[in-house]
């Protein structure tokens, strides 16, 4: 299991009717911008409460979207 601590981030996107595809390219975007910036965290989990979730934010991660 994953433990986040201060090198870690978690973000959940998609709940309360924002459309998952904008939340998904507003949380990678600004991820790859703070991650660009900053020396913590170190990394980012993107926390997938489905199957769609996890293929669009597979998807936008491997476009750079």
Do not use: Q
């Not at 991820?31 to 980012?44: K, T």
């Not at 993107?46 to 979207?65: K, R």
């Amino acid at each position: 299991p994953m433990t986040p601590d201060a090198s870690s981030a978690i973000v959940s996107t998609g709940v309360y009717g924002y459309p998952l595809e904008a939340a998904t390219a507003i949380a990678v975007r600004e991820a790859r911008h703070w991650l660009g910036s900053n020396a913590l965290p170190e990394r980012v989990i993107f926390c997938c409460f489905s199957v769609d979730a996890a293929e669009i934010y597979s998807a936008a991660l491997a476009t750079g979207s």
